[in-house]
């Protein structure tokens, strides 16, 4: 059984490696329990969309210049391992950290939020019942959140964030974007052209890009 001990350790190992920012991971993807997971499932989706590829050994970094990682973080559980992944953020090279909880005292993102100060942090609620406690920091505290489950909108957020500094991330944000219009503009014009019956006929099976 792994020590909650040996990943503190690791993590602290790795902020002292004073890696180029070419090899340690863009985004940390964190998460209060693995039951989390099916939530979290849209940042992966959006980062694996973006280009990024997921780094899963700090000194074997992937090829591919945008990376991400992810670990299992219990504000409650594990409160240790919380500070340290905080804590060590920005020595270990993250530069924005999508941080999901459930519950209703959902205490990970903010309390991450504090601790990485200045690494942004984007909190999603896991479940509805999460938001007040994700979105509910005091003055001088920031954090940025999403509504309930948009883990997708999350991570194009911190996506967002490297894309200020990297033109690659930016120029990959505004090809999606353009593929939503595009997606929102054919269905328009099936809806109008085909009328509802031949649209259903035609998109019977769900294949439509606009989800609202
Ligand atoms: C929160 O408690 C987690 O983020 C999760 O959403 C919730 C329940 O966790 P499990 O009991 O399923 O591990 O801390």
Same mark, same amino acid.
């Given at each position: 059984?792994?020590?909650?001990?040996? %990943?503190?350790? *690791? %993590?602290?190992?790795? =902020?002292?490696?004073?890696?180029?920012?070419?090899?340690?991971?863009?985004?940390?993807?964190?998460?209060?329990?693995?039951?989390?997971?099916?939530?979290?499932?849209?940042?992966?989706?959006? $980062?694996?969309?973006?280009?990024? =590829?997921?780094?899963?050994?700090?000194?074997?970094?992937?090829?591919? *210049?945008? /990376?991400?990682?992810?670990?299992?973080?219990?504000?409650?559980? /594990?409160?240790? $391992?919380?500070?340290?992944?905080?804590? /060590?953020?920005?020595?270990?090279? $993250?530069? #924005?950290? #999508?941080?999901?909880?459930?519950?209703?005292?959902?205490?990970?993102?903010?309390?991450? =939020?504090?601790?990485?100060?200045?690494?942004?942090?984007?909190?999603?609620?896991?479940?509805?019942?999460?938001?007040?406690?994700?979105?509910?920091?005091?003055?001088?505290?920031?954090?940025?959140? #999403?509504?309930?489950?948009?883990?997708?909108? =999350?991570?194009?957020?911190?996506?967002? /964030?490297?894309?200020?500094?990297?033109?690659?991330?930016?120029? *990959? %944000?505004?090809?999606?974007?353009?593929?939503?219009?595009?997606?929102?503009?054919? #269905?328009?014009?099936?809806?109008?052209? %085909?009328?509802?019956?031949?649209?259903?006929? *035609?998109?019977?099976?769900?294949?439509?890009?606009?989800?609202?």
């Amino acid at each position: 059984m792994t020590d909650e001990r040996e %990943l503190i350790d *690791r %993590l602290h190992d790795e =902020a002292a490696q004073d890696r180029p920012a070419e090899e340690t991971p863009d985004v940390g993807i964190i998460m209060g329990s693995d039951s989390d997971l099916p939530v979290m499932a849209g940042a992966y989706e959006a $980062l694996f969309e973006l280009g990024f =590829a997921e780094q899963t050994d700090f000194e074997s970094p992937p090829a591919e *210049r945008f /990376t991400f990682e992810s670990y299992v973080v219990s504000a409650h559980r /594990t409160p240790d $391992l919380m500070y340290a992944y905080a804590d /060590t953020a920005e020595a270990r090279g $993250l530069d #924005v950290i #999508v941080a999901g909880a459930g519950g209703k005292s959902a205490d990970l993102p903010n309390m991450t =939020a504090s601790i990485a100060f200045p690494v942004p942090v984007v909190g999603v609620p896991v479940q509805e019942k999460s938001v007040d406690s994700v979105i509910g920091m005091p003055t001088g505290a920031p954090i940025t959140a #999403v509504d309930a489950g948009k883990s997708f909108n =999350a991570a194009l957020s911190a996506a967002q /964030t490297l894309a200020r500094e990297h033109d690659v991330v930016r120029d *990959r %944000l505004v090809d999606f974007h353009e593929g939503q219009k595009a997606g929102v503009a054919d #269905v328009s014009r099936d809806l109008h052209d %085909l009328g509802i019956d031949g649209f259903r006929e *035609r998109h019977a099976d769900g294949d439509s890009d606009a989800n609202g």
